[in-house]
């Protein structure tokens, strides 16, 4: 599929009910390299990205913003065209990847994406010199039994959306003599209507099954192709059970997606663009009890729910090829490191962002945030324990942990207050500082106390206390903070941060504000 931008944001929406960035196992982009033969660029990800394209001015830049994550790549690339001084990569945040092609004059990207034989995505970047076009007009549309195309006489700028089986396609500043009527032989378009507001041409569009589409741009952005993709990946579902462990393992055909949430005594998983028999299954085994598999809301999700005799503590992961999901419950209990004295003090669970095969963000100088974060909480977890705390941590080496069981660490323990802690990165470089967020409103005196002790004691800028729903603070059942101790992307910032008596400086200001917080907080109780 292509897409075209030039001159304004293209939002290519594509995905099922649920918003593809809110869910765990994002693509995740793999490699990067420059084709010298097409003078592309090549993005290799685990699954299929789609692109916001931005164009801007003063100086000549295309940003292309996409749901997914970095790997292990590099994140800067020299140009290869005259007018292209050089690519760069972030993680700009934890659900997003961006990628700014810096120019000496304006000019639009091309997006094309192919799947290999490995089953792996690949995104080809092409730069374009600007078409202006004039007067431009609707010739055709044509219909066939799998696909939909739209024809105009000069280049045009779609944006295309897609919820469910829904999918709305709008063509900007273009001239439609007659309001074509579309009598329907297609095996993929239950209803397909055209309309014009304004200057625009608005084809919607009601699909006989849901599905991920295909989008493409051809013949210099006067074709648009609207396409069936690849049909949903085949469920096949077994338990696996251990000494230590029960695990149950989901396989499919094609690669697929999955959301996760806990429910009571329930972890739910959703998959997207799959299928599944129905079935429900007892389990003997003492850590799973049962398991429920049916079809989701909307078509193309499967719903797995499994039911433990309590909230358990678990861990999920899909494979490198997308392929295999396994979601594994701990039969052990989550570990409390208890100091030896003061027990009747309370218990906090650490969260130290990221890890793993996600580094998080990664500044000029190298410096990835997990390798902070992690160095923070350890030397917090040790503050703690001199006055007397009880501790657990969501994260204890550099290990990949996902979102649900930091937060499992935290309920399963009854923890009294929860901290995650974070870097911050933004491609704006000069930008520095400290940000708490909160979730919950019985949240905000425990982000209050910790973000003045954070500000008060590094004398970095404040950036304020602020609203966000991110998973680790929105599902925690105790007051819950995140704390971004700087940003990692501002050169000075970073220098700070990677260095140990700072993060010491960091620990001491955060187990100075929790103290702060729990001191205030039994006042009266």
Known sequence: MRWHASGMIVALLVGLAQPVWAAPGLPMVQGIRVDPITQQLVVTTTGDIVPQITQLSNPPRLVVDFAGQLGDIPRQLAGWLPSLKGVRLSQYL?????????????????????????????????????VQAENNTLQAIDVSDQSLMIMTSGPTQPLITQVGNRVTIQIPRVSVPTVPTMPLASSLFEHLSASVVGDTLVLTATLTRTEPLGFALSDNGRMVTVEARSPWAKLQVQSRN?????????????????????????????????????????????????LRVGKGESGGTTVFALETPKPTAYAIGLSEDGRTLAVTLKREAVKVTVPPAHRDTPLIVLDPGHGGHDPGAIGPGGTQEKAVTLSVIRMLEEELHRMGWRTSLARHDDSEIDLAPRVAVANTTKADLFV??????????????????????????????????????????????????????????????LCEIGYISHAEEEQKLSDPAYQRKVAKSLAEGLKAYWTESRKGS
């Open 94 to 130: 934890p659900e997003s990847g961006r990628i700014v092609f810096d120019l000496d004059q304006p000019m639009n990207v091309e997006i094309a994406q192919e799947k290999g034989a490995d089953g792996l995505m690949r995104s080809l970047f092409r730069l374009v010199d600007v």
């Open 242 to 290: 251990g000494p230590s462990e029960a695990s149950l393992i989901i396989r499919g055909d094609r690669r697929f997606t999955y959301q996760v949430e806990r429910v009571d005594n329930h972890i739910v998983v959703t998959t997207n663009g799959t299928y599944a028999e129905d079935a429900r299954q007892a389990f003997a085994d003492g850590t799973l009890k049962g």
């Open 420 to 481: 995650s802690v974070h870097c911050n990165s933004l491609d704006r470089n000069w930008i520095q500082g400290i940000e708490t967020y909160y979730r919950n409103p019985f949240s905000i005196p425990l982000a209050k106390k910790l973000h003045a002790s954070l500000v008060g004691n590094l004398g970095s800028p404040d950036r304020g206390i602020r609203y966000a729903n991110f998973y680790v603070i929105h599902h925690t059942t105790m007051p819950a903070v």
